[in-house]
């Protein structure tokens, strides 16, 4: 049997293990107290683990790097991801944009599927277990070094650490520390799939208010950089939903350089001319009403005040008073709702982080790296990135699983014999056991 290390308990972790487990023996160290901690809380707690789409839709999704996921999402596909989950008891179903969930709603199913899989396989769980480094020896991966000063023999390292998102769960970045003490290029990093902070402080009054159909636009002058239908939320400091976070991919680079323009519709579904015939219906079977009484039936609660202020009409004023231009202005407004975006929220509050380790250096067949044998790279530590619907959890699961079947297809005895003399040779004296840590089969 062949020795494979798994630094980090993680989505990508979890299913390499999974898939480098036949013939081999297989160990995950990961620094929490449990397994898939970022996973609990994925999707506000529901963990979006796929996208139902055609597997040529995955690649439109992926923002950075597509191509080179192109083995890996054929290896392992939204499909067979699927299969997976419901074969270990986690039944899944599609919501609309054809995302992916357990169906009790629950990312606790999700981790309890992971869980009877490991089991099942056989993999052994190091839990509140910091790897400090990776060993090698002759160039190639060897093993790897505990934080309590504890060294591991391995035949092979799979690094499944995860970026800089949402530290809280264990994610400081330490995959690219790794990666590049062992030569390899690591492009910066910054927080994706993240809130937006908004100048307006009107925002405020609207915490909370969540939009469904509307259409949002991003601009930098006259230069629209982002368009899409969907929902989003108003929060204390801005805006976030899926709409928003989806754009803060597309935009984030021009972002960090200077303001740019959100403007949302409210009202996507009628034109100008069919919302101000609208609107005179309402001014016509309210016409010796107040302002403030009549447009309540246009927006939710929290936002006819704000659109009250915005639109400079007096809320007193009868309508059967208000002049056509003012009408007309307040019919841009409703199609026209400008905000100003500021910036973006910090890596507590992204999705994913954006960066990674270069790609040009790891082979996309099998997440090996190509400047060291036997160490291979899977999940958020990767420079690949998507868009939110449950695209990023694929490529964790693909590029977990290419990584893994890989490393269960190469047992071989010779490989086995030769990999355990470069360790004697080189004087590692690195232990084949962790009887030290705290050790789980799951």
Request: aromatic share 8%; net charge neutral; hydrophobic share 40%.
């Amino acid at each position: 049997m062949r020795k494979i290390l798994v630094i980090g308990g993680g989505a990508a972790g979890m299913f390499a293990a999974i898939a480098a487990a036949p013939g081999n023996e297989v160990h995950i160290y990961e620094k929490n107290e449990r397994l898939g901690k970022k996973l609990y809380i994925t999707g506000k707690g529901r963990c979006n683990l796929t996208n139902a789409c055609d597997v040529e839709e995955l690649f439109e999704a992926v923002c950075t790097n597509r191509k080179f996921l192109y083995s890996a999402f054929y290896g392992c596909t939204n499909a067979d991801v699927i299969r997976f989950f419901e074969a270990h008891g986690c039944k899944t179903k599609t919501e609309r944009g054809q995302r992916v969930f357990p169906v009790s709603d629950k990312s606790a199913d999700v981790i309890d599927a992971l869980r009877r899989a490991l089991r099942d396989a056989g993999v052994h769980i190091h839990f509140n277990t910091e790897v400090r480094e990776v060993l090698t020896a002759d160039g190639a991966a060897a093993g790897i070094l505990l934080a309590d000063g504890t060294k591991i023999c391995g035949d092979a390292v799979i690094v499944a650490t995860g970026g800089l998102s949402y530290p809280s769960t264990g994610s400081t970045g330490d995959g690219y520390r790794f990666a590049k003490e062992y030569g390899h290029a690591v492009t910066e990093q910054y927080p994706s799939l993240v809130p937006f902070n908004v100048k307006e402080a009107f925002v405020k009054e609207l915490q909370g208010l969540s939009l469904r159909n509307v259409r949002l636009s991003v601009y930098d002058g006259t230069k629209r950089l982002y368009e899409d239908f969907g929902e989003m939320m108003f929060t204390h400091f801005g805006v976030t939903g899926p709409l928003v976070l989806t754009a803060s991919a597309a935009v984030q680079k021009k972002l960090r350089q200077k303001e740019l323009k959100l403007v949302i519709d409210l009202k996507p579904a009628l034109s100008e001319e069919q919302l101000d015939a609208r609107l005179l219906r309402e001014f016509e079977e309210g016409k010796n009403k107040q302002f403030k009484n009549v447009i309540g039936n246009l927006f939710p609660a929290k936002l006819t005040p704000v659109m009250q202020k915005l639109s400079g009409i007096s809320p007193e004023k009868k309508v059967n008073e208000i002049s056509r231009a003012e009408r007309t202005g307040f019919v841009h407004q409703i199609k026209h709702l400008e905000l100003t975006a500021t910036g973006l929220r910090d890596y507590n509050e992204a999705i994913i982080t954006k960066g990674g380790v270069t790609v040009k250096e790891i082979n996309p067949a099998t997440m090996e790296s190509k400047l060291v044998q036997g160490l291979y790279f899977a999940g958020e530590v990767l420079d690949v990135d998507a868009l939110t619907g449950g695209f990023n959890l694929q490529i964790a699961w693909s590029t977990g699983y290419a990584a893994g079947v890989h490393l269960a297809a190469a047992n071989t005895q010779q490989e086995d014999e030769g990999r355990a003399a470069v360790g004697r040779q080189n004087g590692l004296n690195i232990r084949c056991a962790a009887e030290d840590t705290a050790q789980e089969v799951v």
